[in-house]
């Protein structure tokens, strides 16, 4: 039988980020830690019918916690209970086959995020992730555009919300997005071998985000107004006009292709046509202007027209563009569509960098709220940088639908506890809510709609400072 690793060994191992620890603890606060685990996995206990269920989602989120390099189930196994090959086929058979339900354990953990994080200003942002595969069987995995690697190669792809506010940053909800390939007579036995749900539809990555904003809408648990997101989902038109039918706002970056007119041109309804058949649609009026790409409008703007806004603070100090707002009216199936914000985000570099971005929100909305709202892309980033490098997000073997999502709820938990550490243990100083002024530019005093809180959510601790922790020895996991 091989020997336990040498504990002091181990607390000289650096975490699977490759950093050294940043936070020495003293024996009673890894107690306390421990403690607080336990009190925090009881909080799930109602979702796990059987007690071994609730055991190996304890060992598989000591696992996620643990200083491993590795952390897939053989790892996890040895280190928390020795080389037990019994005990390796119960983990893999909890994630892979598991009678339990990654929906209801998601639905529990949204409620908890409400109550320790919950703002009625809250922040969903959606993102995409990839994870790199070998092969071709596991659930999902095609060829297509992987962001880990930053190009085209065998992945799969996943949708992910995450929530944020002046309280800390997590996950939210996921969804697995299943390639259009998958759908084909060649992959039907791969599709049953992976248990995919024999109802399932194709859809694209844009409706699977719909689809998590809509449901948390409906459910009404986490309190949020506003929705985000990069040009990816932004180039969706029926994205943001379902978010905004659900009485939400969003800011979506778009394509600097995306159209629009400066001011809503005339439509001639349906009726008798001047030749032929009566027109059954409504059209253009023949003296319409067209509608112009967005860059091109940002090009013809004069310099009066651009402010300057710290809009992030960034690891070296605040983070300056120059920013234009105008309203225009958007493109629908060649028609006018919704009236909303078109903002501008210029950088300061002699080659500037320039964004486009469409919002729904009020009228009178402080454009310095706008502006922030678009350098809040760090906490997705960061929440998936953590996922991936500190509660191995990306350290799975499962091949299966239900253990990919088994897999994901568990790695949920193990983030959120440790922002819930840095709630417990009060390590965030009190948020400072003001806003941030203009630079060299004159403040929108219309924001009557507007509440001053985004300048807080830059400023937000990282949750990897308590990464990096080994609480396996610390925590109890006796078997049932």
Request: with cysteine; hydrophobic share 35%.
């Amino acid at each position: 039988m091989s020997k336990k690793p040498n504990s002091s060994r181990r607390s000289n191992k650096r975490p699977a980020s490759g950093r050294k620890p940043s936070l020495k603890l003293a024996l009673g606060d890894i107690e306390s830690i421990s403690d607080e685990l336990r009190a925090y996995h009881r909080l799930f206990h109602a979702v796990f019918q059987r007690r071994e269920q609730r055991y190996w989602s304890l060992v598989y989120l000591c696992g996620r916690l643990s200083d491993l390099e590795r952390k897939t189930i053989e790892p996890i196994v040895l280190a928390l209970l020795g080389p037990d090959p019994n005990a390796v086929r119960a983990a893999q058979q909890f994630i892979g086959q598991g009678e339990w339900e990654a929906t209801a354990l998601i639905q529990r953990y949204q409620e908890l995020v409400a109550e320790w994080l919950g703002d009625p200003q809250g922040v969903v942002i959606i993102d995409g992730s990839g994870f790199p595969k070998q092969g071709h069987d596991s659930v999902g995995v095609a060829h297509q555009y992987c962001g880990a690697l930053g190009k085209v190669a065998n992945c799969q792809e996943g949708v992910f919300a995450v929530y944020v506010s002046p309280s800390g940053y997590t996950f939210l909800d996921e969804r697995l997005y299943v390639h259009e390939d998958w759908f084909d007579e060649a992959h039907c036995k791969r599709w049953k071998k992976c248990g995919i749900p024999a109802e399932l539809p194709f859809r694209t990555e844009p409706a699977l985000a719909l689809d998590i904003v809509r449901e948390l809408v409906e459910r009404g648990r986490v309190p949020f107004k506003w929705v985000t997101f990069d040009e990816h989902f932004g180039e969706s038109p029926s994205l943001l006009d379902e978010i905004d039918a659900l009485g939400k706002w969003y800011l979506a970056e778009v394509p600097c292709n995306t159209r629009g007119w400066l001011r809503t041109p005339r439509v001639e309804p349906p009726g008798p046509g001047l030749l032929g058949r009566p027109r059954t649609r409504p059209r253009l009026a023949k003296n319409a202007p067209r509608a112009r790409e967005l860059r091109d409008i940002a090009a013809s703007l004069p310099q009066s027209a651009w402010a300057r806004y710290t809009f992030k603070e960034g690891s070296q100090g605040p983070m300056v563009a120059e920013f234009a707002f105008l309203r225009v009216t958007t493109v629908r199936d060649k028609l006018p569509g919704p009236r909303v914000w078109a903002m501008f985000r210029r950088s300061l570099e002699p080659q500037p960098e320039l964004k486009f971005y469409l919002s729904n929100a009020p009228l009178t909305y402080a454009h310095y709220e706008l502006a922030q709202l678009s350098g809040l892309r760090w906490p997705v980033e960061t929440t998936l940088e953590e996922g991936k490098g500190e509660v191995g997000m990306d350290h799975y073997e499962t091949r299966s639908w239900r253990g990919w999502h088994h897999h994901m709820a568990q790695t949920f938990l193990a983030h959120l506890f440790l922002m819930r550490l840095r709630l417990v243990f009060k390590k965030n100083a009190r948020v400072d809510y003001r806003p941030s002024a203009p630079v060299g530019g004159v403040c929108d005093q219309r924001g009557n709609g507007s509440s001053g809180r985004y300048s807080g959510y830059h400023r937000l601790p990282s949750a990897t400072k308590l990464c990096g922790l080994s609480l396996s020895s610390q925590t109890d996991t006796t078997p049932p």
